[in-house]
């Protein structure tokens, strides 16, 4: 019997969630029928679609929202239409695994009843969201505990965490109570084979020497705030020959166009929103610096930006802030900007970087070697597939999975 899986994720629709993709076409090309579960967007609008061998059915979302309320009827939708979906499309064609993927944290009510029929429930651990709820709102309020309340459950009902890195392993096996048996690190590096450089298209410059590339959700977390204060400090420095170009789209790129205007920098500064990965992948190709601006805080201390490992595949020197897991990424291939003087040492730092283009070249050298022999998605694969087969041999222990749980 063949084994089929269900993937859920709601934040990001796929396939623009490369992870989830990744994920998915791995598990395809291993033999597994692969189903995914997520929201429509934008480029993402069709309720059904059969793509590379996997089934993807996404559901209707109301309008992003970047208060705690909105983000509470945002998840509430979702969690509506994921159940809905969930039941129906094991109905359908049946799966013998629910993947969920977060944030939220509540994926694990949709998976919780499958488990009366045998269906084991891995947890892929994107993101800590008690911290991530902290680094948005920076409050501890009836919403930060129920995000503490919902990580606690989902370590609970879990049958597999995949970690992304081995301080989210840690938070599995400390906060979650989770076997170290039961949890496996699946990194989630760029795919070689589709994620490569293009030749440099100098008309992206806007007339100006150097190009400073950022990709990323446009969200307050991400530190975009502080970006636009650099290149504030940058023009007031004398500085005109930068321009920095940020692609990627989220809740907050309204206001941070609006705040760029305000400061003037509507010459120095352009969001691109979500582009193509074409499109992206010119920018980033052609940029000289590229930046990871992510504020200092313990979410992002202790998380890993893709963002990282698609700049040093790319070649591309970095600069972002002395974070634990940043830091355990780019190594040679970044300088790291003081948490405290956090807009002067930023600027100072891409400054000198553009000023000294030998070390631009053996930083970007670096981290792409890094990336060829560490970091790539092809080492990660091996990770996710054992992850999977641990699932399917709890399912065995039990005698379920070869008497038949779902559809074949």
């Known amino acids: 019997m063949k084994r089929k899986i269900l993937i859920i994720v709601e934040n990001i629709p796929v396939p623009f969630d490369q992870r989830v993709w990744k994920e998915g076409l791995a598990l395809h090309e291993a033999g597994y029928d692969v189903s995914i579960l997520c ?3 934008k480029g993402c609008e069709e309720g059904y679609e059969l793509r590379e061998g ?17 983000y509470l009827w945002e998840y509430g939708c979702a ?9 129906w499309i094991y109905f359908r064609r049946g799966f013998h695994v629910i993947q969920g993927c977060n944030p939220p944290d509540d994926i694990f009510l949709v998976a919780w009843p499958f488990k009366l029929f045998g269906v084991k429930f891995i947890f892929d651990h994107h993101d800590v969201n008690p911290e991530l709820y902290l680094a948005k709102y920076e409050r501890k309020d009836i919403f930060y505990k129920a995000q503490v309340w919902l990580e606690k459950m989902t370590f609970r009902v879990c049958d597999i965490v995949m970690s ?38 100098p ?10 590339g950022y990709v990323g959700v446009m969200n307050i977390q991400e530190g975009l705030d502080i970006l636009l204060d650099v290149a504030e400090r940058i023009r007031n420095l004398g500085r005109t020959d930068v321009h920095f170009t940020c692609v990627g789209s989220g809740p907050a790129l309204v206001e941070l166009r609006q705040m760029a205007q305000d400061k003037n920098l509507g010459d120095m500064v352009t969001f691109t929103g979500r582009v193509s990965d074409a499109d992206l992948l010119e920018v980033l190709s052609t940029a000289d610096v590229c930046v990871n601006p992510d504020k200092p805080c313990e979410m992002n201390h ?4 893709n963002k990282i490992m698609e700049y040093m595949a790319l070649g591309k020197p970095i600069v972002q802030f002395d974070l634990k897991e940043g830091k355990i990424s780019a190594q040679d291939a970044s300088l790291y900007s003081s948490n405290v003087n956090q807009v002067s040492d930023f600027a100072d730092n891409i400054l000198w970087l553009l000023d000294h283009p030998e070390e631009r070249q053996r930083m970007g050298e670096f981290g792409r070697r ?3 022999t560490e970091l790539a998605w092809e080492y990660s ?17 039990k005698g379920i999975y070869d008497t038949s749980v779902a559809r074949s």
């Open 39 to 41: 929201r429509k967007g």
């Open 54 to 70: 996997i089934h993807i059915y996404r559901h209707p979302m109301p309008k992003e929202s970047n208060s705690a309320l909105g």
């Open 79 to 87: 969690l509506f239409w994921e159940t809905l979906f969930a039941w």
């Open 164 to 201: 992304t890195n081995e301080t989210y392993r840690e938070v599995a096996l400390t906060r979650g109570g989770v076997s170290p048996d039961n949890v496996f690190v699946v990194r989630n590096g760029p795919d070689l084979k589709k994620f490569k450089a293009v030749a440099p298209n």
């Open 203 to 212: 008309a992206l410059k806007h007339g100006k020497r150097y190009l400073i």
């Open 302 to 305: 202790i998380s890993t930006m």
């Open 370 to 372: 890094r990336v060829e």
């Open 381 to 397: 694969i091996e990770k996710l597939l054992a992850a999977y087969e641990a699932a399917f041999r709890k399912m065995r222990g």
